[in-house]
């Protein structure tokens, strides 16, 4: 319960009066009715009773048994013929269904913090690959600072970029400024190019200054007083507009994605060519309209980005699905641009690694700095967990509950929840911790134009996976679980699983987390071993994972 209401903080959501909590229209429940209805459920569930959720309404509780989830959700999920907007915003209409995305309509969103680490180690990995080692003084561009969006200014910065995020609603710039993920605010494409170009020159001198200086000085130097001045910048503009207008000036920043909630030609992309205010009363009186602008409003979007791409700027498609839509705007080339799990992502699923996440709920900052501490202290080799855990203390400012992401991966996630589940048990830590992790995983996700892309095996749409890791972690005793459709990428293009697991220091509390942390990123290897990835096939023989028909490798 209290999960829930963490989702609809003020300081976490995006829209809490409308129950919106990021992604376009991801709801956390489908009315306030039912809210109101899940609470008092919760706060008469027994300890061996099941609350089952349809599409954020409570529908039912059954007698089950004191080790199985409490919470079983289902949402957005229709049968595949009519799996698509057109009957979803009609069924929506009707009061039937609700737009869950991932984390919002499971209980487990936890603001932007929560794509922050994936973000910046998106970028980092577009560093090492493209340019030596690191985007360090390099020029990022995107598009879209909402929820999820709203973490590319920090993690760009957090890897030495300067930063331009195009954002049509200023209310979404102002929040990014408030919670000190975005550092400034522009309102026309020469003022923040003029803030861009200042900051590029800037990196460039202290990176000359800074090869002068001795190593040991360096701290102290004027060098490295300016190596921290990486900025991020929010402009007020349309994405549509602005990006072929920076084609146009010639300006080509070296990495170019977008984060706008293309998935929803209705509730998420705005169509450029207007004011705000005129689009969305548009949206209200003319909804077909409305997506026919916004349509061709992301295939003006996605060509400007592929002639960015052509003039040499590292592009990729950052999960929000505009490549489709472009494609069905007519832009038959736009998956000239890749995605960014076969691009970056991919290696570290072959080992069940992903967005790993844990929450006090107890309020404390302090639960969380311990947990941190043993994060470090149980992987001390883990050079990625060390660095980001160094960041994530210095530049998060925590939304809501307290609570911390990181990459973690089979093997490390259920040793580190046990041994959280014994903080809880001794009294260090003062009260049980929440444990789930992001649907943008390795094992519970089939989204062909996202985490499944390109499967080695051609298997990218089938679905079973996520259905078979929600079956997995409900036998294992997880505390909720919910299977979705449409989450990231829009209805009818995905289907994924979340699990969410209390450690709250019981015995039961440790059997439970050992089962669930095992079987949940253990079906991450097993799918990329099925598949044919020798990474997964030899982690998985590694970890003596049993699978019962020894896979091939195809790579
Ligand atoms: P959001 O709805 O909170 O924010 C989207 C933002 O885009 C809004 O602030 C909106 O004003 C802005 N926008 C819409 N049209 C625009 C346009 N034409 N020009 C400029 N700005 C525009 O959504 P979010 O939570 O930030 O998610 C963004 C997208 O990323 C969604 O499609 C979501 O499904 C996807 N997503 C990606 C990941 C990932 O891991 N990469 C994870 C979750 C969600």
Same mark, same amino acid.
């Given at each position: ?25 991801? @709801? ?13 459920? *919760? ?19 059954? @007698? ?21 907007? =057109? ?15 991932? &984390? +919002?309509? $499971?209980?487990?969103?936890? %603001? ?27 020029? !990022?561009?995107? %598009?879209?600072?909402? %929820?999820?969006?709203? +973490? ?26 408030? $919670? ?12 923040? *190019?003029?803030? /861009? ?64 909630? +293309?998935?929803? +030609? ?17 949206? @209200? ?16 979007? !996605? ?11 590292? &592009? ?28 970056? /992502? ?57 609570? @911390? ?65 929600? *079956?997995?972690?409900? =036998?294992?005793?997880?505390?909720? /679980? ?23 220091? &019981? ?10 942390? &095992? ?37």
């Amino acid at each position: 319960m209290r999960m829930l209401m963490n989702n609809l903080d003020p300081d976490v959501a995006e829209n809490p009066d409308q129950l919106i909590v990021y992604g376009g229209t991801g @709801r956390a429940a489908r009315s306030w009715d039912a809210f109101d209805a899940i609470v008092r459920s *919760l706060r008469e569930l027994k300890n061996d009773e099941s609350l089952l959720i349809q599409s954020g309404k409570p529908v039912g509780k059954f @007698r089950t048994h004191d080790e199985a989830p409490r919470v079983l959700i289902a949402n957005s999920n229709l049968v595949g013929q009519w799996n698509n907007y =057109a009957e979803f915003n009609r069924l929506e209409r009707l009061g039937l269904t609700m737009y869950g995305q991932m &984390t +919002a309509g $499971s209980w487990i969103y936890i %603001g932007s913090q929560g794509i922050v680490q994936g973000t910046f180690e998106t970028f980092a990995a577009a560093g090492r690959k493209h340019f030596g080692g690191s985007l360090e003084g390099k020029f !990022v561009l995107s %598009g879209g600072l909402g %929820g999820m969006g709203g +973490a590319q200014p920090l993690a760009a910065t957090m890897n030495g970029a300067v930063f331009l995020g195009v954002e049509v609603d200023p209310v979404r710039i102002e929040k990014r400024l408030k $919670s000190g993920y975005c550092d400034k605010i522009a309102h026309s494409l020469d003022e923040a *190019l003029k803030l /861009i170009d200042a900051a590029l020159k800037d990196r460039q001198r202290s990176r000359r200054e800074s090869s002068d200086v001795d190593g040991q000085a360096r701290e102290g130097s004027r060098a490295g007083r300016r190596a921290n001045q990486s900025i991020s910048v929010g402009l007020v503009g349309n994405c549509a507009d602005v990006l072929p207008e920076i084609v146009k000036r010639g300006v080509v920043p070296d990495v170019l994605t977008d984060q706008t909630s +293309a998935h929803d +030609a209705l509730n998420g992309y705005v169509p450029h060519g207007m004011q705000l205010e005129d689009a969305l009363a548009l949206r @209200r009186k003319n909804p077909d309209e409305y997506i026919e602008r916004a349509m061709q409003s992301m295939a003006v979007h !996605v060509e400007a980005m592929l002639a960015l791409q052509k003039k040499g700027a590292v &592009t990729f498609d950052y999960g929000n699905n505009i490549r489709a839509q472009a494609q069905k705007a007519g832009v038959k080339n736009a998956f000239d641009i890749p995605g960014f799990v076969p691009e970056y /992502i991919r290696p570290l699923f072959c080992e069940g690694r992903g967005p790993f996440r844990w929450v006090a709920l107890s309020g404390e900052p302090d639960d969380i700095a311990r947990t941190d501490k043993l994060a470090l202290e149980l992987f001390p080799e883990n050079q990625t967990l060390a660095r980001w855990m160094k960041l994530a203390k210095e530049r998060i400012h925590f939304q809501g509950l307290p609570a @911390r992401i990181c990459w973690l991966g089979y093997g490390e996630r259920a040793e580190f929840g046990v041994a959280m589940n014994e903080l809880v048990k001794r009294g260090q830590i003062k009260a049980p911790i929440v444990i789930g992790r992001d649907h943008l995983d390795a094992g519970s996700v089939a989204s062909p134009n996202r985490e499944t892309e390109g499967m080695i095996d051609g298997s990218d749409a089938i679905a079973d996976w996520p259905l078979l890791n929600a *079956l997995v972690n409900t =036998a294992a005793g997880a505390s909720w /679980i919910s299977i979705h459709n449409g989450g990231g990428v829009g209805i009818g293009y995905s289907q994924h699983a979340g699990m969410v697991v209390v450690a709250d220091g &019981t015995d039961d509390s440790k059997r439970r987390l050992e089962r669930v942390l &095992t079987s949940d990123p253990g079906m991450g290897v097993l799918r990329h071993a099925d598949a044919g990835y020798s990474r997964a096939i030899d982690f998985a023989a590694k970890q003596k994972i049993d699978i019962p028909m020894l896979p091939k490798p195809r790579d």
